[in-house]
């Protein structure tokens, strides 16, 4: 069980210098913030067409947010899915509401793609199929083209649902802080904090974007302390630097906002695929997944 539990914020408030155990994602600018880093990486890069065209998934993501936003009943009924001891949204166990596939095929609305067109013609049991089996990781059963879609409209359901979440993380004695304590999903990566919580590590989930601390110098998939080594394509001042462990054999990037101030989690970790591909020729295999970067 993950040592981290979400209980009703009036219950409790964080003390002066406490760290937060949890950071729920803000909406607001969220997804134009991140095209722009997209089209910003897209210069010279080898992979320019596809950051461009994430980047335009990332605008259809923004417009739907203000166009579509949660609505008000499923805002209502958050209150009643904080209990002690489970993560509000875990994604096996909430019933999803068909307003995902709303989001759905609003991406369809903006974005012309004959896969996208496809899934948008799919009933909604078989969409429901296929977003259990992404969000499970049997990735094998689902065409990474679709995958990209299916991810993009349930984590833009998952991420308002965190954002209006009544709560508030409580750091208990332990550590199991692989995944996230808000929905159980897998972290993108995790990010050395600046600002009020300067120093401090946490990771980023990629489903509803919400942030949970863990130490420093701890394997974010294992939790061993011996065997850790930090990788960089740049010199040792790098914004991006990937952590593998030798006792799980697993990796996962660290960035460091400190060094680039423009710098974007999701947008960053997928222009920096070049990373990946060695830390992985070093025998390392990646602890999470980029919600634009899915296997196959």
């Known amino acids: 069980m993950n040592s981290i539990q979400m209980t009703p914020a009036e219950q409790r408030s964080a003390g002066v ?10 909406l607001g600018e969220r997804y134009r913030q991140r095209a722009t880093r997209l089209r910003q990486l897209a210069e010279g890069h080898p992979m320019a067409d596809y950051l461009r065209f994430v980047a335009q998934v990332a605008d259809a993501q923004q417009q739907l947010l203000e166009r579509l936003p949660l609505p008000a009943t499923l805002v209502s009924s958050l209150a ?23 989001l759905l095929r609003g991406l369809g609305e903006h974005i012309e793609h004959a896969t996208l067109q496809g899934l948008c013609a799919q009933g909604e049991a078989a969409l429901d199929v296929a977003a259990d089996a992404l969000l499970a990781g049997r990735f094998s059963e689902i065409d990474s083209g679709q995958a990209l879609f299916l991810w993009a409209a349930l984590s833009l359901y998952f991420t308002q649902l965190a954002a209006h979440l009544p709560a508030i993380g409580n750091a208990g004695v332990g550590e199991q802080r692989q ?14 904090m600046t600002g009020a919580q300067a120093g401090l590590r946490y990771l980023h989930c990629g489903l509803c974007e919400s942030r949970w601390h863990m130490v420093r110098l701890k394997c974010s998939n294992c939790e061993e302390t011996g065997s850790l080594d930090y990788w960089s394509l740049d010199t040792h001042e790098t914004a991006i630097k990937a952590e593998s462990c030798d006792d799980c054999h697993s990796y996962l990037k660290v960035f460091y906002p400190e060094h680039e101030r423009d710098l974007e989690l999701v947008a960053d970790d997928l222009a920096s695929i070049a990373l990946d591909a060695e830390v992985e020729r070093q025998g390392f295999d990646r602890s999470g997944v980029n919600p634009f970067l899915f296997p196959g």
């Open 17 to 26: 210098g406490e760290i937060p155990a949890v950071l729920l994602p803000t």
């Open 80 to 102: 009643g899915r904080v209990a002690a001891g489970k993560a509000p949204l875990a994604w096996a166990s909430l019933p999803r509401d068909a307003y995902w596939q709303q």
């Open 179 to 192: 995944h996230c304590p808000v929905c159980t999903g897998a972290p993108v990566a995790s990010v050395i």
